[in-house]
């Protein structure tokens, strides 16, 4: 059923202009598909063993580098810090600690200050 659609050519009126480069060179500094015009940062990431050695088997983004491994894992990016990033980090709880830069580290203390506050009531 669908291999003749797929055998069937369209013709467009308009040439072809390749957008995945743009957005690839767009998007090059951001975690998922949350854009931004922010230019990246450094974010350094402290996890602990498990953690770390998850991140290093599945890394976050492809300018992340290994800075330390010892009883813990210090894990550098270059890398604007989106709501998406900021969500995986929130899902690793009490098992990664942000190091820098400061704005993302309030955040994500503020965050969970106030999923305790939830828990609470």
Known sequence: MGLPRLLSS????????????????FSSGCLGIITSIEKPQKVILKLNPRQGWYVITQPIHTSQKVIEKKD?????LE???????????MGWGPNVEVIQPTALKKEI???????VEKIKS
């Open 79 to 89: 890398i604007i810090p989106t709501y998406e990033l900021t969500m995986l980090i």
């Open 10 to 25: 369209l013709e467009y009126d308009r040439p072809f202009m390749p957008g995945l480069v743009f957005c690839h060179a």
């Open 72 to 76: 813990h894992f210090i894990v550098e």
């Open 109 to 115: 203390l503020r965050l969970h200050k106030e999923c």
